[in-house]
């Protein structure tokens, strides 16, 4: 069946550090894949996502490429910044479907 | 502005208590989702929805239950809440397009955090 493996957090950084978080996937086909971000106390919001191999999703400064030779879609930011400290979830959908699923997440703390 | 709402935020509740959660959404989507996040565990689906009359079972759905009368709602019931479904709960939605090339973003409700005792 479908799978996600991220990193273990939680990640601990300094303001301004560069940021990688891994994200493996197996699935059969070409699914779509995405990063989300929850704030604490808050639900899931869509960070970015790629649909098909070799594409590259941003947004606020984070981006990730669709690596099919790998399975992989690496999340990473320059420079990162307190207000990023967040769990980040990596997920795929299958290109038949609409169900999400999604890895064990990574929490992130920025100290200042 | 269009929004996915979740009642009550917080819920303690005793073993054996039926309960239920609420999620409205104004986003007019067809897709409708709950799942449940455990620590090491992300997030995992319980029920979903393609649509009014339409339910399905996910990779948790033991002990759970769903019914979609109308676009806006599905309620999540647990028929006999267990300290096992302790968890916080989290509904999402996602426009269905024509010609099976579904959108990609789900959107999420800001989630319940449920306690049993």
């Known amino acids: 069946g479908n799978s996600v493996t991220q990193m273990e957090g939680p990640v601990t950084l300094s303001e301004e550090a560069f940021l990688t978080i891994n994200c493996t996937y197996t699935a059969t086909g070409y699914p779509s894949l995405f990063w989300y971000v929850q704030y604490p106390g808050e639900g899931l919001q869509l960070l970015l996502k790629a649909t098909k191999a070799d594409d590259k999703g941003s947004n606020k400064g984070f981006e990730a490429t669709y690596r099919k030779e790998t399975t992989s879609f690496h999340l990473e930011k320059g420079s990162v910044q307190v207000s990023d400290s967040a769990v980040y979830f990596c997920?795929?959908?299958?290109?038949?479907?609409?169900?999400?699923?999604f890895g064990t997440g990574t929490r992130l703390a920025v100290r200042p | 502005d269009a929004e996915i709402t979740q009642s009550p935020r917080h819920k303690i509740t005793e073993t054996g208590r039926q309960v239920t959660l609420a999620c409205h959404q104004t986003?007019?989507?067809?897709?409708m989702f709950w799942y449940r996040q455990d620590l090491g565990h992300g997030l995992r689906l319980i029920h979903y929805s393609y649509g009014v009359q339409d339910t399905n079972k996910g990779e948790v759905s033991d002990g759970y239950s769903v019914s979609r009368s109308n676009t806006e709602d599905l309620p999540l019931t647990l028929e006999s809440a267990a300290s096992s479904q302790t968890s916080v709960y989290f509904c999402?939605?996602?426009?269905?397009?024509?010609?099976?090339?579904?959108?990609?973003?789900?959107?999420f409700g800001p989630g319940t955090r449920l306690t049993v005792l």
């Open positions: 999402a939605s996602s426009e269905r397009l024509i010609a099976g090339g579904a959108t990609d973003t789900q959107y």
């Open positions: 986003w007019n989507h067809n897709n």
């Open positions: 997920a795929l959908k299958k290109s038949s479907g609409d169900k999400l699923t």
